[in-house]
């Protein structure tokens, strides 16, 4: 079971990039999901998420009108699409998948992927 992301690197401020996230293992269909990010000497924040109920999506107020995060069940992939990039969007990217079992809702999280962003 295991959460892998690609697609993260060095851009211009302004500029865009998209992080992908392929899960194996499981199904992500079943899993509510999200991005998260870590910038250096900072706490991990919650970017954005798609609720398991309704498909309904949630965004941080800093990245709200710029990030775009999708599903494709298909590929069992889950993206997060980067317009309008700002200096303070660099960080490390995780996605996260949530689930529930008996014991509880649980968590797989993404290695992480840096994205900088040149001001």
């Known amino acids: 079971v295991q959460l892998v992301e690609s697609g993260g690197g060095l851009v211009q401020a302004g500029g865009s990039l998209r992080v992908s996230c392929a899960a194996s293992?499981?199904?992500?269909?079943?899993?509510?999901i999200g991005w998260f990010r870590q910038a250096p000497g900072k706490e991990r924040e919650g970017v954005s998420c798609?609720?398991?109920?309704?498909?309904?999506?949630f965004y941080a107020d800093s990245v709200k009108g710029r990030f775009t995060i999708s599903r494709d069940n298909a590929k069992n992939t889950m993206y997060l699409q980067m317009n309008s990039l700002k200096h303070e969007d660099t960080a490390v990217y995780y996605c996260?998948?949530?689930?529930?079992?008996?014991?509880?809702?649980?968590?797989?999280w993404g290695q992480g992927t840096q994205v900088t962003v040149a001001s």
């Open positions: 798609i609720s398991l109920s309704d498909g309904s999506t």
């Open positions: 293992g499981f199904t992500l269909d079943y899993y509510a």
């Open positions: 996260n998948a949530r689930g529930s079992g008996m014991r509880g809702p649980f968590d797989y």
